[in-house]
């Protein structure tokens, strides 16, 4: 998930989590709900988005958002509290078989898949609704696949462009996707939107599809009205012995839309009436709430926090002459105030854990390690002593920040440098310039502070969008302009990789050896919060994704 500074980028995927329906405590889940559930009643989510679109085509909404209680992919994420995210065959037997040096994956449909209408699942469906993703008047959703089926570079979906070659189904139950090289996370992409079968005799409308597709899931939409209300009642014809991943626990669910920031917590901390069965799982817990919250046990045993989440860190511009030299950049590594940048996020237990890798926990190929050991304060001693090592004196940088939500943070690192005689000029600037700039090709500043999410639990999402040489300028999000060749050709074999054990540790490789250069300093891995109301169950958030399942949530009475 592209990240610019962590709150719009926090603010963005929330928008994108609520609408669909849509970080550290050791304990893994403080606050969640993990109490049996029972079958029925109604559950309302509390929702700042204002439309929604159950599109599949259109959405970059991760595996546990809303829109996949409505449409099932060939697999699924099926998370725990305790365990790393896990993926599990959903309409297909099993994540796929592999064949041809990594480069085609062959899927079995199960029997007996149904649409809500009683109509069967077949796999040209799934092909068809692939293909749609293509089309640029359906543009807007994730488009990892785009990329890495052969022949899609200049295809443009079915409307105008016909059929995509590379994706095959010799008969109903079979669909056999050719790539255009190795990409050992392709079962992870089956996972995605775009993989939701949409039948073509159902696509008479494509841009208002979206607002009651053909349902594969244990829900349907009854109704939508834009900035008021979405309703999803249940499909009559799901089959939850093939459904590893959802659990259809209640009988409808109301998703309340365009309300407030502060409505929505103040309503779950009120928890009255129907809010009781309420729960959001795109407005987080601000820091102006942390001292409410906090002050009232009831209110706090009801706030689900993630245990670890999206790596906030500080992007050095690599590119630049005062940062081109590595020892100078290692310096900054020790003079970084981590503990003052947590506390400004909201300290330790609702803004995040300290940070030293580029992997963040509960994805594979994480370990704990730091190569820049220090107190959690930092060590300005020693990143004096290596600056004058380094022949460096009255270091001067500029730092972009975001000047309505990242002010705090840029003042913390300001601070945190001045100890050791750097001299950081702050430069605010709207979210919308800002991204423009650093993502650009013109990256006038030394210094900004980002947050970034994957799209799916694999590492590969960590690493090359922030450090792959060809994400560099052009709207790319390796804002530290970093370029290594040899890291370039590690991440390229830890791409083709498909033994998941053995793709772990080349990521973790990849991870210590792109921090010997140092290129940005760890922060935090971020840390969500969100609230519920007393009667929901289910409740709880991942290391990843540090966010809500929404297809497992259910209610007692």
Same mark, same amino acid.
């Given at each position: 998930?592209?990240?610019?500074?962590?709150? +719009?980028?926090?603010?963005?995927?929330?928008?994108?989590?609520?609408?669909?329906?849509?970080?550290?405590?050791?304990?893994?889940?403080?606050?969640?709900?993990?109490?049996?559930?029972?079958?029925?009643?109604?559950?309302?989510?509390?929702?700042?988005?204002?439309?929604?679109?159950?599109?599949?085509?259109?959405?970059?909404?991760?595996?546990?958002?809303?829109?996949?209680?409505? &449409?099932?992919?060939?697999?699924?994420?099926?998370?725990?509290?305790?365990?790393?995210?896990?993926?599990?065959?959903?309409?297909?037997?099993?994540?796929?078989?592999?064949?041809?040096?990594?480069?085609?994956?062959?899927?079995?449909?199960?029997?007996?898949?149904?649409?809500?209408?009683?109509?069967?699942?077949?796999?040209?469906?799934?092909?068809?609704? +692939?293909?749609?993703?293509?089309?640029? #008047?359906?543009?807007?959703?994730?488009?990892?696949?785009?990329?890495?089926?052969?022949?899609?570079?200049?295809?443009? =979906?079915?409307?105008?462009?016909?059929?995509?070659?590379?994706?095959?189904?010799?008969?109903?139950?079979?669909?056999?996707?050719?790539?255009?090289?190795?990409?050992?996370?392709?079962?992870?992409?089956?996972?995605?939107?775009?993989?939701?079968?949409?039948?073509?005799?159902?696509?008479?409308?494509?841009?208002?599809?979206?607002?009651?597709?053909?349902?594969?899931?244990?829900?349907?939409?009854?109704?939508?009205?834009?900035?008021?209300?979405?309703?999803?009642?249940?499909?009559?014809?799901?089959?939850?012995?093939?459904?590893?991943?959802?659990?259809?626990?209640?009988?409808?669910?109301?998703?309340?839309?365009?309300?407030?920031?502060?409505?929505?917590?103040?309503?779950?901390?009120?928890?009255?009436?129907?809010? @009781?069965?309420?729960?959001?799982?795109?407005?987080?817990?601000?820091?102006?709430?942390?001292?409410?919250?906090?002050? /009232?046990?009831?209110? @706090?045993?009801?706030?689900?926090?993630?245990?670890?989440?999206?790596?906030?860190?500080?992007?050095?511009?690599? @590119?630049?002459?005062?940062?081109? /030299?590595?020892?100078?950049?290692?310096?900054?590594?020790?003079? +970084? *105030?981590?503990?003052?940048?947590?506390?400004?996020?909201?300290?330790?237990?609702?803004?995040?854990?300290?940070?030293?890798?580029?992997?963040?926990?509960?994805?594979? =190929?994480?370990?704990?390690?730091?190569?820049? #050991?220090?107190?959690?304060?930092?060590?300005?001693?020693?990143?004096?002593?290596?600056?004058?090592?380094?022949?460096?004196?009255?270091?001067?940088? +500029?730092?972009?920040?975001?000047?309505?939500?990242?002010?705090?943070?840029?003042?913390?690192?300001?601070? =945190? &440098?001045?100890?050791?005689?750097?001299?950081?000029?702050?430069?605010?600037?709207?979210?919308?310039?800002?991204?423009?700039?650093?993502? =650009?090709? @013109?990256?006038?500043?030394?210094?900004?502070?980002?947050?970034?999410?994957?799209?799916?639990?694999?590492?590969?999402?960590?690493?090359?969008?922030?450090?792959?040489?060809?994400?560099?300028?052009?709207?790319?999000?390796?804002?530290?302009?970093?370029?290594?060749?040899?890291?370039?050709?590690?991440?390229?074999?830890?791409?083709?990789?498909?033994?998941?054990?053995?793709?772990?540790?080349?990521?973790?490789?990849? *991870?210590?050896?792109?921090?010997?250069?140092?290129?940005?300093?760890?922060?935090?891995?971020?840390?969500?919060?969100?609230?519920?109301?007393?009667?929901?169950?289910?409740?709880?958030?991942?290391?990843?994704?540090?966010?809500?399942?929404?297809?497992?949530?259910? &209610?007692?009475?």
């Amino acid at each position: 998930m592209k990240r610019i500074s962590r709150a +719009v980028a926090l603010a963005a995927v929330l928008a994108l989590a609520a609408a669909a329906c849509n970080a550290n405590d050791k304990s893994g889940t403080t606050g969640g709900s993990t109490a049996a559930a029972e079958q029925g009643g109604t559950l309302h989510f509390l929702s700042t988005a204002k439309e929604v679109s159950y599109d599949p085509a259109k959405s970059q909404n991760l595996g546990i958002s809303g829109i996949h209680l409505v &449409l099932r992919g060939l697999t699924s994420w099926k998370t725990d509290p305790s365990k790393p995210t896990e993926l599990v065959p959903d309409l297909a037997t099993d994540t796929g078989q592999v064949s041809d040096g990594g480069k085609t994956w062959t899927y079995k449909l199960k029997a007996g898949l149904k649409y809500s209408d009683g109509s069967p699942i077949v796999a040209a469906d799934i092909k068809y609704g +692939v293909e749609r993703s293509f089309a640029p #008047e359906l543009s807007g959703g994730l488009g990892y696949h785009k990329s890495l089926l052969a022949g899609a570079e200049k295809y443009t =979906g079915p409307y105008k462009g016909g059929e995509l070659a590379s994706i095959e189904t010799p008969d109903d139950t079979t669909i056999v996707f050719k790539l255009n090289k190795p990409y050992g996370d392709w079962p992870w992409i089956v996972s995605m939107p775009a993989f939701s079968p949409v039948p073509k005799k159902a696509d008479t409308d494509p841009a208002h599809y979206g607002e009651k597709p053909m349902a594969s899931g244990p829900y349907q939409v009854q109704s939508y009205t834009p900035g008021s209300k979405l309703v999803l009642t249940r499909n009559p014809n799901w089959d939850k012995s093939t459904d590893p991943a959802r659990t259809g626990l209640p009988d409808s669910i109301v998703t309340d839309m365009g309300l407030e920031p502060n409505v929505v917590n103040q309503r779950l901390i009120a928890d009255a009436g129907d809010d @009781k069965f309420a729960a959001t799982t795109g407005t987080s817990v601000p820091a102006s709430l942390i001292p409410t919250v906090n002050g /009232n046990p009831a209110v @706090k045993a009801r706030v689900a926090t993630s245990p670890s989440g999206a790596l906030e860190y500080l992007a050095m511009n690599t @590119k630049r002459p005062a940062l081109a /030299n590595p020892e100078v950049r290692k310096a900054i590594e020790y003079a +970084v *105030d981590k503990q003052a940048v947590q506390v400004a996020e909201g300290g330790p237990e609702y803004g995040g854990e300290i940070a030293s890798t580029l992997i963040t926990p509960g994805i594979d =190929g994480y370990t704990k390690y730091d190569l820049y #050991e220090a107190p959690p304060a930092g060590d300005p001693a020693k990143a004096k002593q290596m600056l004058a090592a380094a022949g460096v004196s009255n270091l001067n940088l +500029v730092l972009a920040a975001d000047n309505t939500t990242g002010l705090g943070v840029a003042q913390a690192i300001q601070q =945190g &440098l001045k100890r050791a005689g750097i001299t950081v000029t702050i430069k605010p600037l709207d979210s919308e310039p800002l991204s423009d700039l650093i993502t =650009g090709n @013109k990256p006038d500043f030394d210094l900004t502070v980002s947050s970034w999410l994957p799209d799916f639990p694999s590492a590969i999402g960590n690493i090359q969008p922030l450090f792959g040489t060809s994400e560099i300028g052009n709207g790319g999000y390796n804002i530290s302009r970093y370029s290594n060749p040899a890291v370039d050709t590690a991440i390229a074999a830890a791409t083709a990789e498909s033994d998941r054990t053995k793709a772990a540790g080349l990521w973790g490789a990849v *991870d210590k050896q792109i921090m010997q250069d140092a290129p940005i300093v760890p922060l935090l891995y971020a840390r969500n919060a969100f609230l519920h109301g007393s009667k929901v169950q289910n409740f709880y958030l991942s290391s990843y994704p540090p966010y809500p399942n929404t297809l497992i949530v259910g &209610l007692s009475k």
